[in-house]
């Protein structure tokens, strides 16, 4: 559709939530073309969202922080604002005469809503209100099954929708910015005023060794990825203790890199990653998009079980245990290595996710939505979608869910995934001196190896919080009892 120019003489807005990036951003390139560009961000208060957990707030400081060096560096200073969307762009379009509101669409249901309200209150103002595609490879309310249904099943899922990704280039970065409409009285207030950053204590050291957030970080992450590391993605993607994944998450939970730019590069990338590599990381940027497909034609995701047979399910409420999973303390060292390594750094290898999110919801049969917001909270990676969705996956009560009565043994996964214990060694300097024979399984390990690795169990490890054989019996005649009822 061509762009609509009769507003192109007046100033434009650009209204940046999560698509904290200045390529590939349809909304800024349709703002560049008017006479003025006003980029806002808004803290948005009151609203209706779930507001972001703490690591993601850290990397919301430092994103914005690098978004307004570029837009200044483009002409364009970014404002940044408090208060309701809803009365703020209103106020900023008569400040400053602006004829068109720009954005790109987000798609978790608590601000679709709130944003249509918005656009339809704008264009009956007699102003042009456009939102553009950017965060997903597909409209998630488009994709229809033969049934007329969403999907619910991942396979047929992709099948309908891989072939409908366009290969489209990714549009550029403006190479400058029309500046803000002179005269126009706005105040811009301080990042450092929204006290993002954590103090007393200041925990963030090592998300900040860990991670480089912003769009800069995004694209030198994915030129490493195609570039030295995906080769093998296949096969060493499931493998905790090599550095074989993207580690793109963040950027894209955060809107500093597109899917659209990532399978662009995959295309075209300099690379000696075979085809089944390229296929299978293509696959993975799928599930994000099942996920959000899922989120936007289910909205209560992250509260409600998508299978309601969960509802009867008898969870048990143990503050202790939660505690020790959360901390790392459970006495099985595939899970404490994930939690602590979730604790550092804000995120954790998507298999090891498994297993920990297993071990809460089977071992200790504690309710995944407790998981689920103590990730919310701690994943610099965070989404609504892949979370929740995930969350729901591991427990057995979500679409397309992992059968119930598979149950990770956490000795297993730990030794197929993590045969020599490199990534429990990375995570548990505890456990540091264990031989392979028994990182594991510690509580195995005769009395002469744990005394040269130095290692106490209770004291300076704990034992195992519950045993794997009696937890596997309690979990699956919980689930048989809510089987029974049905
Ligand atoms: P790569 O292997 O490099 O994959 C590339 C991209 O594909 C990822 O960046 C991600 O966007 C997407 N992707 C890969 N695997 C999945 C998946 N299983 N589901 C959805 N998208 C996927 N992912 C999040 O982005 N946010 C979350 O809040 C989140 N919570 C999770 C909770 C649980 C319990 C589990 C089991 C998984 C969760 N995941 C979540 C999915 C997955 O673990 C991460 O996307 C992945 O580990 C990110 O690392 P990466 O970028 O190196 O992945």
Same mark, same amino acid.
């Given at each position: 559709?061509?762009?609509?120019?009769?507003?192109?003489?007046?100033? @434009? !807005?650009?209204?940046?939530?999560?698509?904290?990036?200045?390529?590939?951003? =349809?909304?800024?390139? @349709?703002?560049?073309?008017?006479?003025?560009?006003?980029?806002?961000?808004?803290?948005?208060?009151?609203?209706?969202?779930?507001?972001?957990?703490?690591?993601?707030?850290?990397?919301?400081?430092?994103?914005?922080?690098?978004?307004?060096? *570029?837009?200044?560096?483009?002409?364009?200073?970014?404002?940044?604002?408090?208060?309701?969307? %809803?009365?703020? !762009?209103?106020?900023?379009? *008569?400040?400053?005469?602006?004829? $068109?509101?720009?954005?790109?669409?987000?798609?978790?249901?608590?601000?679709?809503?709130?944003?249509? #309200?918005?656009?339809?209150?704008?264009?009956?103002?007699?102003?042009?209100?456009?939102?553009? @595609?950017?965060?997903?490879?597909?409209?998630?309310?488009?994709?229809?099954?033969?049934?007329?249904?969403?999907?619910?099943?991942?396979?047929?899922?992709?099948?309908?929708?891989?072939?409908?990704?366009?290969?489209?280039?990714?549009?550029?970065?403006?190479?400058?910015?029309?500046?803000?409409?002179?005269?126009?009285?706005?105040?811009?207030?301080?990042?450092?005023?929204?006290?993002?950053?954590?103090?007393?204590?200041?925990?963030?050291?090592?998300?900040?060794? #860990?991670?480089?957030?912003?769009?800069?970080?995004?694209?030198?992450?994915?030129?490493?990825?195609?570039?030295?590391?995906?080769?093998?993605? $296949?096969?060493?993607? /499931?493998?905790?203790?090599?550095? %074989?994944?993207?580690?793109?998450? +963040?950027?894209? @939970?955060?809107?500093?890199?597109? +899917?659209?730019?990532?399978?662009?590069?995959?295309?075209?990338?300099?690379?000696?990653?075979?085809?089944? /590599?390229?296929? *299978?990381?293509?696959?993975?940027?799928?599930?994000?998009?099942?996920?959000?497909?899922?989120?936007?034609?289910?909205?209560?995701?992250?509260?409600?079980?998508?299978?309601?047979?969960?509802? %009867?399910?008898?969870?048990?409420?143990?503050? *202790?245990?939660?505690?020790?999973?959360?901390?790392?303390?459970?006495?099985?060292?595939?899970?404490?290595?994930?939690?602590?390594?979730?604790?550092?750094?804000?995120?954790?290898?998507?298999?090891?996710?498994?297993?920990?999110?297993?071990?809460?919801?089977?071992?200790?049969?504690?309710?995944?939505?407790?998981?689920?917001?103590?990730?919310?909270?701690?994943?610099?990676?965070? /989404?609504?979608?892949?979370?929740?969705?995930?969350?729901?996956?591991?427990?057995?009560?979500? #679409?397309?869910?992992?059968?119930?009565?598979?149950?990770?043994?956490?000795?297993?996964?730990?030794?197929?995934?993590?045969?020599?214990?490199?990534?429990?060694?990375?995570?548990?300097?505890?456990?540091?001196?264990?031989? %392979?024979?028994?990182?594991?399984?510690?509580?195995?390990?005769?009395?002469?190896?744990?005394?040269?690795?130095?290692?106490?169990?209770?004291?300076?490890?704990?034992?195992?919080?519950?045993?794997?054989?009696? =937890?596997?019996?309690?979990?699956? =005649?919980?689930?048989?009892?809510?089987?029974?009822?049905?």
């Amino acid at each position: 559709m061509a762009r609509d120019t009769t507003f192109d003489g007046s100033p @434009a !807005i650009v209204w940046f939530r999560n698509d904290l990036r200045v390529s590939d951003n =349809a909304a800024l390139m @349709a703002a560049a073309a008017h006479s003025a560009v006003v980029p806002v961000f808004i803290r948005e208060t009151g609203s209706p969202a779930r507001p972001l957990g703490a690591a993601r707030t850290w990397w919301l400081h430092h994103s914005l922080e690098r978004l307004a060096e *570029k837009l200044e560096s483009l002409g364009a200073p970014l404002l940044l604002l408090s208060g309701d969307p %809803a009365r703020i !762009i209103p106020d900023l379009v *008569k400040v400053t005469g602006a004829a $068109a509101v720009y954005w790109n669409r987000r798609y978790d249901p608590s601000h679709k809503e709130a944003d249509a #309200a918005l656009k339809a209150e704008l264009q009956a103002g007699g102003l042009l209100a456009e939102s553009f @595609a950017g965060q997903l490879l597909h409209e998630p309310m488009r994709l229809k099954t033969g049934g007329g249904t969403y999907y619910k099943v991942y396979s047929p899922f992709w099948r309908a929708m891989e072939p409908g990704i366009e290969s489209r280039p990714p549009l550029p970065a403006p190479e400058s910015l029309p500046p803000r409409p002179t005269g126009a009285d706005i105040q811009s207030e301080t990042l450092a005023s929204w006290d993002l950053l954590p103090v007393k204590p200041d925990w963030s050291g090592g998300l900040r060794d #860990a991670w480089t957030p912003g769009e800069d970080g995004a694209q030198a992450r994915l030129t490493d990825f195609l570039e030295n590391r995906m080769r093998g993605y $296949a096969d060493r993607r /499931d493998i905790p203790g090599v550095n %074989a994944t993207s580690g793109l998450s +963040p950027h894209l @939970a955060s809107g500093e890199i597109t +899917p659209g730019q990532i399978i662009d590069a995959l295309g075209t990338a300099d690379s000696d990653a075979s085809s089944s /590599d390229r296929s *299978k990381f293509r696959k993975e940027v799928g599930w994000r998009e099942f996920s959000w497909h899922l989120l936007a034609n289910q909205p209560g995701l992250a509260e409600h079980n998508h299978n309601s047979r969960f509802d %009867a399910f008898p969870w048990i409420s143990d503050r *202790k245990a939660l505690y020790a999973w959360q901390k790392g303390l459970t006495g099985y060292p595939i899970v404490d290595a994930g939690m602590r390594e979730l604790w550092r750094t804000g995120w954790m290898h998507n298999r090891v996710r498994m297993v920990a999110a297993s071990f809460l919801t089977k071992h200790l049969m504690i309710d995944w939505r407790e998981g689920e917001a103590w990730f919310w909270d701690t994943l610099v990676d965070a /989404d609504p979608a892949s979370n929740a969705a995930s969350w729901q996956w591991v427990a057995g009560s979500g #679409a397309d869910a992992a059968p119930y009565f598979r149950i990770f043994n956490p000795v297993l996964q730990g030794e197929k995934f993590d045969p020599d214990g490199d990534y429990v060694r990375r995570n548990l300097p505890e456990l540091g001196k264990m031989p %392979a024979r028994y990182i594991h399984k510690p509580w195995e390990a005769p009395d002469r190896v744990l005394e040269t690795a130095g290692v106490r169990l209770g004291e300076t490890y704990p034992k195992p919080i519950v045993d794997h054989q009696a =937890a596997r019996q309690r979990a699956l =005649a919980a689930y048989q009892q809510i089987k029974d009822a049905a």
